[in-house]
């Protein structure tokens, strides 16, 4: 159980990336909090234990394989999460990939996979979600963003650009639906340690580097991601939009 508690009961909710890392934990986190939830992610392994962990705990949720980098995908999820739940008041952009590569190593292919992503992947599924949501005139979308849409740091060329479309976008999107009562904002962590960066922290070089970066010392865990989450989530929210809530430490501020 995460450290934040609100009642989501009688909400749905769509979290895409959700087979592992951050999205995993937000989707776990809001079914805790008594949210239906549809699940979507690119490998229908990681969805099925996923499934299985809501379920054993007493959750409801509906999986649905999508690639998010495919405009038919997101429509077809969409969809059909909307017609499992018979609406969708909540979306967690949590979809994304990283590849590291060096400025002048970056491919055409590396940079259009990144942002194909994590930004233009982000979008439609904002899009198609927002559809939905202003016909009931209510609805929150919530973007996992990233420190790095706010600082550099090497080997990100596309990611950082990536990150940093996203939190402006999530502005553009909050004034646009504003009128329909749908508030759009972004969690921005900083290096959160889950199953996909452990590996990173096994250089010492590297972890003792992003450390250092952190003013309170230590790396985040995903409770500090998915607290920020079920917050933005919440009726406690319902004034905030076009935000970014960084989840770094202090690093931005350093």
């Not at 299985?52 to 997101?74: K, L, M, Q, Y």
């Not at 003013?215 to 920020?228: C, F, R």
Request: hydrophobic share 45%.
């Amino acid at each position: 159980m995460g450290k934040v508690k609100v009642d989501l009961k009688g909400k749905v909710a769509l979290v895409t990336g959700a087979g592992k890392g951050l999205g995993r934990a937000a989707a776990i986190a809001l079914a805790e909090a008594g949210a239906r939830v549809g699940i979507a992610s690119r490998t229908l392994s990681d969805l099925a234990s996923l499934e299985e962990e809501i379920r054993v705990a007493g959750g409801d949720c509906f999986v649905h394989p999508c690639d998010v980098s495919s405009v038919e995908e997101i429509r077809r999820m969409v969809d059909q999460v909307h017609d499992w739940g018979g609406k969708i008041d909540l979306l967690v952009n949590s979809a994304g990939i990283n590849i590291q590569a060096h400025t002048l190593e970056v491919t055409e292919e590396q940079w259009d996979k990144v942002l194909d992503v994590n930004l233009k992947g982000a979008f439609f599924c904002c899009q198609a979600a927002a559809r939905k949501m202003v016909l009931r005139k209510e609805g929150k979308i919530i973007n996992l963003s990233s420190a790095m849409a706010m600082v550099g740091f090497y080997r990100r060329a596309a990611y950082c650009s990536s990150k940093g479309g996203l939190s402006q976008l999530t502005k553009v999107l909050a004034v646009e639906l504003a009128p329909y009562n749908i508030q759009v904002n972004c969690v921005a962590p900083t290096f959160i340690r889950t199953p996909l960066t452990a590996p990173m922290f096994e250089d010492k070089v590297f972890y003792d580097e992003v450390v250092r970066r952190i003013p309170l010392g230590k790396i985040g865990e995903p409770d500090d991601v998915t607290g920020a989450i079920l917050y933005l989530a919440s009726d406690s929210a319902d004034f905030v939009t076009g935000s970014s809530v960084l989840v770094d430490g202090g690093w931005v501020a350093w």
